[in-house]
């Protein structure tokens, strides 16, 4: 029996806002306001203007929802420690869902639907791969390791020789993981 497929939308088709991203872009400084925008129907769009609280414990968000209302939201903050060293930054999903806050630590936070930006758990979205047909998993997964080691996309050229620099074990290890992807499609 088939699995029904579902209507949720995908994570790719909405916009985002990724924590990682605002770090690199130096737009998580305290008391700093930025404006930040993604694309929607190939124009480049301005959507939300986010400020950093003075404790850095938490985001203010200001966007404008396609109906035109503004809405301003506080988003919680949290950090980990890394393991080298250093803070990584994390969302904290404030959304009440059923009568509980959701509280889930995410790096990216979408809006979708409701006017206010959620963790994709809460707004019910799926990933594009989670809606692949099975037998196309390993397809892709061939794919991507081929293009990893500098090779090209298709499956029927020779399997690309080790790149200078790589160690034989990792080199093994993902030629191994692609013939695993191959026997998925049932080429071997």
Known sequence: MARARSLNPLCETVPALDIRRLGREGKLLPGRTSNIAWMRDGELEPCAS????????AIVLAFQTEGGALVRQRVPLT???????????????????????????????YVAGSPCFACRLCLGLNYA?????????????????R??????????????PRPAGMRHEKY????????RAEARLGLR
């Open 50 to 57: 986010i400020r950093l609280e003075a404790g850095a414990n």
């Open 79 to 109: 950090s980990t420690g890394c393991r080298m060293g250093g803070r990584r930054p994390w969302f904290i999903c404030d959304v009440v869902v059923d009568g509980k806050r959701c509280g889930r630590r995410c790096a990216v936070l």
């Open 129 to 145: 791969s989670q809606r692949e047909p099975r037998h196309l998993r390993g397809l892709h997964a061939a794919r991507k390791i």
């Open 147 to 160: 293009l990893a080691l500098g090779g090209g996309p298709s499956l029927l050229d020779d399997f690309p």
């Open 172 to 179: 093994a290890r993902l030629r191994a993981a692609y013939v």
